[in-house]
């Protein structure tokens, strides 16, 4: 079968071919990009392009080929380019590592790996063995042989810059790395080919545009029906937009039948799975899986019902649910309505580029006469969309910082503690510490019922005109409030009890222990009447702070409380040094700072709920993003600086003795100075800064022990005190907001 090329496709494979030809003509290893949109074809292209090098050398030149991508995309891939080969009667083979004849890669044959599989330690594809049937003794038979290596990195944005995967292409040591993906890292590339977006939506292959919640900003809140949640308004819009597509397709005499994905949100302790509510809600509507309309495509086993030919554009199924896990690879071009629920933990999320890249493509690879055909549709609860890479947990942490290079050992000692059981979840003696901190913060005399309603917020008519191309927020004519139900509320109250439950585990007694004690402060444990009351009030903008101080300083009394006699506190075996490498998770956000130790350096977000807040809060603290912001313009004296951790040896931690007890104090920042001196600074504000004696005093003992061994250690807690920053080392420590004499002011400048 003779495959028509779109004009650009025909263009990039020929770029290809002619700068790839000149890289293997150069020394050395070298490295080429490979940039096209979603759902352009970069798999078809690169197949092709494969076939020309090796029909086009006449200078002997022999080659492999190691094809790595992520989650299951390599079985796309292998099968997409076997089809492709054996239509056009080409000699390409395409194998997994078990086809492998004699342990070594053939000449024009195409190996797939998964990045997972390769990734992980003692796997049986790169350990040592008695068969040595390894990928690295492979890769050296292969070259014995005389072929050069060509390495393909599928989606390579994911992978091809982490630490683990860095290491393993240098024991690859190919000549030629092809790295191919829609919006890849630039670095270190020898040449790049790149397919322009404009080209790819002339030639009609992809959508024109992707809109979201198209007409919102002229719906009419129906106060008979006020209890219709945000969730459901956008699901109804969702299904009747397909309906309406569907008959605009049928107008156009296309046997296109449109598919609506439903993507859930994630499973959490402590809060409603989605998928029960979801599947209630259709049902109203006649989508069940029983006839046929609805498929299921989740990861358990029992949860992958009606896929069968789902990609055809003629098949019946017209809903899928699905979750994350599809958003790489999976190919149905029917696909052209996205519904997105809020993620509980958050109001604004950073939606998946290669999410929205499953409705960018053209069922028929053309455009319709009907403009409502070429576009994309999502329907979402979410108050705003930050569009970015998708970089899936499967298979490599989120985000990952680097120790900068000029790093020199500090050789710090440092303290861990042994974990028990109490230390890790909320028991009942919670409950009265909550009470206890409550009346510490004279909760009652600052908490108010009285609030405005707390509302959903929803995008009116988004726009997202390239849906690879990162983007703080969309463009949109305006918002949609909606009063929050009760189980919205629930939800959200849920939600907040979880995400102020660190350090302890998320699990779900101690979640319970938190919204219990809340309740039981207002008197209403028992008075299930009161609770959504309750709840809303603790969401309302003016009561939520004191709410969280009132959580934090009932931990900080538990955690002093609770295993007595029992806490053992260990010095590392080995000094402490800032960690060469740190993964942070998907709560987490790029900044910009030019005197971390860590780059990127990653905030966590400490408010995912910021919304009802007016705005996104970073870090655990007021004060800890002005402090980094304060040390990034100290010119003269700091070579950089450290965001400390809160637990495990990865950390540093001070000794500091509660009661009977020791504990490691896990001190916010660590900082170079150009004399060789280091910093250790904890902030605090408010009543912590009043209730840190303990560790104050334990930090201050530190840092005088430590010096008479001979190093150049100085700090304390520092506060912000107008527009200056001051900081306590003295013996004893004292907090009083109207008498600082004793605070140094901080002077790094």
Known sequence: MIFEFKNYQENAVVKLKREINELLDADGNKVCIFKAPTGSGKTLMMAEFLKRLIDSRIDGKKFSFVWIAVNKLHDQSRNNLRKYYDQNGVGIKCSYFEDLDDRRISENEILFLNWASINKKDNLYVRANERDNNLTSIITRTKDEGR????????????????????????????ITIEVSATPQLNNANRIVE????????????????????????????????????DELVLESGLKKRLELQKKLEAEKSGVNPLL??????????VSDKKDEIIFLLKKFGYTTENGRLAIYLSDKDNK????????????????????AIALGWDCPRATILVLFRQWREENITFSIQTLGRIMRMPEQKHYNDQGLNVGYVFTSLQDINVAEDLSRDYITTFTGYRIKKYKDIDLSSYHSKRFREETRLSSDFTPLFIEAGRKLKLKEKFSFKHSILKT????????????????????????????????????????????????????????RIKASIYSFFEATRNEDEWPKIQAAVLAEQNRQVMIDTINLAKEMYQNEVGKGKNELLKNEEPWNVPRVINFGKDHT????????IEPYFARMRNPQGALLG??????????????????????????????????????????EEGRSQHPFYVDFIVMMKDGSIGLFDT????????????????????????????????????KDKNSWRYHDEIKYQYNPEDLKEWKFLDLN
Do not use: C
């Open 684 to 719: 605090k504000s408010g009543i912590f800064a009043k209730d840190a004696k303990s560790r104050a005093e334990g930090l201050t003992r530190y840092i005088a022990e430590q010096n008479k061994k001979g190093k150049k250690l100085f700090g304390g807690i520092v506060i």
């Open 615 to 656: 705005g996104e809060y970073e870090e655990d603290s007021a004060n800890e993003e002005p402090f980094m912001n304060f040390l990034d313009r100290q010119q003269n004296k700091v070579v950089w600086w450290f965001k400390n951790g809160r637990s495990d040896r990865t950390f540093f931690a001070v000794p500091y």
């Open 590 to 597: 790029k900044k910009e700072y030019k005197k971390s130790v």
């Open 457 to 512: 917020s929803l995008i009116a008519s988004g726009r997202i005109v390239d849906a690879d191309k990162e983007t703080k927020s969309i463009d949109k004519k305006g918002t949609l409030d909606i009063p929050k139900n009760e189980v919205e509320l629930q939800n959200a109250f849920d939600m907040f009890a979880r995400n102020n439950l660190a350090p302890f585990a998320p699990e779900q007694r101690s979640i319970g």
């Open 261 to 270: 994905l439903i993507q859930l949100p994630d499973a959490m302790s402590g």
């Open 195 to 230: 397919v322009e977006l404009k080209d790819v939506k002339d030639e009609e292959m992809i959508k024109k545009e992707i809109i979201i919640n198209p007409g919102f900003e002229h719906y009419i809140i129906d106060k008979k029906k006020s209890d219709k949640s945000a």
């Open 148 to 175: 050069m290596i060509f390495l393909i990195i599928d989606e390579s944005h994911h992978t091809a810059n982490s630490e683990k995967s860095k290491e393993l292409i240098q024991d690859i040591g190919p000549k």
């Open 305 to 324: 019902i009606n896929l069968a030919n789902i990609e055809k554009n003629e098949n019946d199924v017209d809903v899928m649910i699905f979750k994350q």
